[in-house]
């Protein structure tokens, strides 16, 4: 009894020996082989255990909505390895080493939340911003593991070029919600308001209005593929969609659509695709 325990104990220990990481899921050997590969990716890796060494699990209920999450009070990176490729597990694994690696900018932002030092609107951009800066440094990692054959294809992010626009997507997508909460369980209770964000009226849109206007979003990130055909298809997709509001506008719109707050989906539309149009 005592010959077995001890290879059960010893089996873990030969497993694990030679992961960068404090612990990972066996799920995720593949991917955490993979991006080793990468000398760029192992410096992110040792950038990130700097602070405290890093452990990388699979979770469904961590991560909620969210392919990945960053938990730095246990110095934990959990992934989401539902309807996942394995590039697609790179892909978040590699953003949220970098959320990882960032961990004192965070750690100081909730710091100045918790003693009221910030309000609820300043809190949300700044978390946003930090991750997009960490988005943009990803991609470069992800890009050069594509280029040497190490990732798969499919690790490419379709990016939002412009802060803006990228903190546009979030909010109507939920992201940025979710910071809003976290800042009212942080905060001092005089400092919970309503968020208020960048996109007019943004409480007010109906969940319809807001799937259209993430659409119109990433049609703009289509139009940074590199790919000079699925460029031209994205941008033949929003003259359509133009086309479509103004005939809303207009009052003679398709039978098949909804002219709900037109106005206001034309504003925004006109925001992310003037330069374009």
Wanted: contains cysteine; charged residues 25%; positive net charge.
């Amino acid at each position: 009894m005592i010959k077995y325990l001890f290879i059960a104990l010893i089996i873990p220990t030969l497993i694990f020996a030679s992961s960068p990481f404090r612990y990972h899921s066996p799920k995720l050997t593949s991917a955490i082989q993979s991006i080793t590969k990468l000398a760029e990716a192992k410096t992110l890796i040792d950038k990130a255990n700097a602070q405290g060494m890093v452990a990388v699990e699979t979770s469904t209920q961590e991560t909620a909505s969210f392919h990945g999450m960053w938990i730095g009070k246990t110095r934990t990176i959990y992934i989401n390895p539902h309807h996942r490729s394995l590039g697609g597990i790179i892909q978040t694994l590699i953003f949220e080493l970098h959320n990882a690696a960032a961990d004192a900018q965070f750690a100081a932002l909730w710091h100045d939340a918790r003693c009221g030092r910030i309000d609820k609107n300043t809190f949300v951009e700044k978390a946003e911003r930090i991750e997009f800066d960490n988005l943009k440094q990803a991609q470069a990692i992800l890009d050069k593991g594509i280029e040497r054959q190490f990732f798969p294809k499919d690790c490419r992010l379709q990016f939002l070029p412009e802060f803006k626009l990228y903190y546009y997507f979030q909010q109507l997508a939920g992201h940025s919600d979710w910071f809003s909460k976290q800042y009212d369980n942080s905060c001092p209770p005089h400092m919970r308001t309503p968020y208020k964000g960048t996109v007019y009226d943004l409480t007010k849109i109906s969940v319809e209005d807001r799937d259209d206007l993430v659409r119109y979003i990433s049609l703009c990130s289509r139009l940074c593929s590199g790919d000079n055909v699925k460029d031209a298809k994205a941008l033949e997709s929003i003259y359509r969609e133009r086309n479509t509001l103004q005939n809303c506008l207009k009052g003679t719109p398709p039978l098949n659509t909804n002219c709900y707050r037109a106005a206001q989906r034309y504003k925004l539309f006109q925001e992310v695709f003037g330069n374009i149009l």
